[in-house]
């Protein structure tokens, strides 16, 4: 009995953030910070926010990777026109998924944007986050088999029952019965208003852990972990308006696609002696873990600068334009739009310099192939990222064989 009641102690968790912060850490944290200060930041704020719908599409892609399902960009754009796959229930279950991600990774960087996302590991931002991706989504997505029987679970309620409780790997949670006190403890030790800005960075990477580790719902933790370390990046200041994404670094790995699960494995690992932290898990092992997750943060963060540069986007464009076999004047009117963020429809076309009607058959090609778009008939054009188009202006942003 005395056993059980220290295993389940919220304690269990700890150590959540490291005392002091090694050397490699701080140095970790000061090259993130300086390189999201960058990122786009030569870009129109115009051109940025459709970057950063790109991006949404990007880390639904790989957060449902991570997953084990493979949802092709093509197939999320179609299910973001409400076009969705009548044949095929799996697939269409998976665009609706898609589509839930998208929605709500653009919600909390609309919070974020007007100051108004909650503290990102409150216990009420987590249940609202698993509430509101699963809100929408179609009965079967919210039943679980389990040991041959089918469980159902409600969006926004933490593991509440025995049935709930089920291994994860080799990694036993806490039991159902001891989630909500895990969780309040969770709140109490990430709580970003009650620590420092350095140490926000070292505890993002520790939260993305130690929840997954809790597991306090059925279902969803991944996903859940991973739009709250979004939050957090964007409450840390290392957001970049929403033009990077920790999940596509969590899906590839340093050295392997398989560097994720085994590095959440490692953090699992419990104190290793006395030399070994004052808590139940191994602070070695979680120092390695923060250094490993900001190293993946760092490396997006910087694929993405060379990516959304001003002028390697604009030679993209160039080269994008030649393969459609379009006019000249046609990047005349991309690279415009990508200085100036958009344009109206009657600038457009003057700044080609041909006569209106040929100028106009111009940019109807471009708006008809997506790589302009515009929010009304008649509205102001500005750049937009088909999925057509992803292999040439966005080399390596997805897989080759997903597009």
């Given at each position: 009995?005395?056993?059980?009641?220290?295993?389940?102690?919220?304690?269990?968790?700890?150590?959540?953030?490291?005392?002091?912060?090694?050397?490699?850490?701080?140095?970790?944290?000061?090259?993130?910070?300086?390189?999201?200060?960058?990122?786009?930041?030569?870009?129109?704020?115009?051109?940025?926010?459709?970057?950063?719908?790109?991006?949404?599409?990007?880390?639904?892609?790989?957060?449902?990777?991570?997953?084990?399902?493979?949802?092709?960009?093509?197939?999320?754009?179609?299910?973001?026109?409400?076009?969705?796959?009548?044949?095929?229930?799996?697939?269409?279950?998976?665009?609706?998924?898609?589509?839930?991600?998208?929605?709500?990774?653009?919600?909390?960087?609309?919070?974020?944007?007007?100051?108004?996302?909650?503290?990102?590991?409150?216990?009420?931002?987590?249940?609202?986050?698993?509430?509101?991706?699963?809100?929408?989504?179609?009965?079967?997505?919210?039943?679980?088999?389990?040991?041959?029987?089918?469980?159902?679970?409600?969006p926004g309620e933490f593991r509440h029952l025995p049935l709930h409780d089920?291994?994860?790997?080799?990694?036993?949670?806490?039991?159902?019965?001891?989630?909500?006190?895990?969780?309040?403890?969770?709140?109490?030790?990430?709580?970003?208003?009650?620590?420092?800005?350095?140490?926000?960075?070292?505890?993002?990477?520790?939260?993305?852990?130690?929840?997954?580790?809790?597991?306090?719902?059925?279902?969803?933790?991944?996903?859940?972990?991973?739009?709250?370390?979004?939050?957090?990046?964007?409450?840390?200041?290392?957001?970049?308006?929403?033009?990077?994404?920790?999940?596509?670094?969590?899906?590839?790995?340093?050295?392997?696609?398989?560097?994720?699960?085994?590095?959440?494995?490692?953090?699992?690992?419990?104190?290793?002696?006395?030399?070994?932290?004052?808590?139940?898990?191994?602070?070695?092992?979680?120092?390695?873990?923060?250094?490993?997750?900001?190293?993946?943060?760092?490396?997006?963060?910087?694929?993405?600068?060379?990516?959304?540069?001003?002028?390697?986007?604009?030679?993209?464009?160039?080269?994008y334009c030649s393969d459609q076999e379009w006019k000249p004047e046609a990047?005349?009117?991309?690279?415009?739009?990508?200085?100036?963020?958009?344009?109206?429809?009657?600038?457009?076309?003057?700044?080609?310099?041909?006569?209106?009607?040929?100028?106009?058959?111009?940019?109807?090609?471009?708006?008809?192939?997506?790589?302009?778009?515009?929010?009304?008939?008649?509205?102001?054009?500005?750049?937009?990222?088909?999925?057509?188009?992803?292999?040439?202006?966005?080399?390596?942003l997805f897989p080759a064989h997903s597009l």
């Open positions: 009995m005395i056993g059980n009641m220290i295993l389940e102690a919220p304690q269990r968790i700890e150590p959540c953030i490291p005392d002091t912060l090694h050397h490699e850490i701080v140095d970790r944290v000061a090259t993130l910070s300086d390189a999201a200060a960058h990122l786009g930041g030569r870009l129109h704020p115009k051109t940025a926010a459709n970057l950063a719908d790109l991006v949404r599409v990007m880390n639904c892609y790989y957060s449902n990777l991570i997953e084990g399902h493979n949802t092709r960009p093509h197939d999320i754009e179609q299910a973001l026109q409400s076009k969705y796959d009548t044949d095929d229930t799996k697939k269409r279950n998976l665009q609706l998924e898609a589509v839930a991600h998208i929605r709500l990774q653009k919600e909390i960087d609309v919070l974020h944007a007007s100051d108004k996302l909650p503290e990102p590991s409150s216990v009420k931002f987590i249940v609202w986050l698993h509430r509101k991706f699963y809100r929408d989504l179609p009965e079967e997505m919210l039943v679980l088999e389990q040991n041959n029987t089918k469980v159902r679970f409600l089920v291994a994860v790997g080799r990694h036993l949670p806490p039991s159902s019965t001891s989630v909500a006190s895990f969780m309040s403890h969770f709140e109490s030790r990430f709580n970003f208003s009650a620590i420092g800005r350095g140490i926000q960075l070292a505890a993002m990477a520790s939260a993305h852990h130690r929840l997954n580790y809790i597991h306090p719902f059925p279902d969803g933790n991944g996903r859940v972990s991973r739009l709250m370390s979004h939050a957090m990046a964007l409450k840390a200041g290392i957001g970049a308006h929403g033009l990077w994404s920790v999940s596509r670094g969590l899906a590839r790995g340093l050295n392997s696609p398989k560097d994720y699960m085994s590095m959440m494995d490692m953090a699992d690992m419990p104190r290793q002696g006395d030399l070994d932290g004052r808590g139940n898990l191994s602070l070695k092992a979680l120092n390695t873990f923060i250094g490993w997750f900001l190293d993946i943060c760092i490396d997006q963060v910087t694929f993405m600068q060379d990516l959304f540069d001003l002028d390697n986007l604009a030679l993209r464009l160039s080269r990047f005349m009117i991309l690279e415009m739009v990508l200085l100036k963020g958009e344009l109206s429809r009657g600038d457009a076309c003057r700044a080609t310099g041909l006569k209106e009607r040929t100028a106009r058959t111009l940019l109807s090609s471009l708006l008809e192939n997506g790589i302009l778009g515009s929010d009304s008939p008649k509205g102001p054009v500005s750049l937009r990222f088909p999925a057509a188009s992803l292999d040439r202006l966005f080399p390596n």
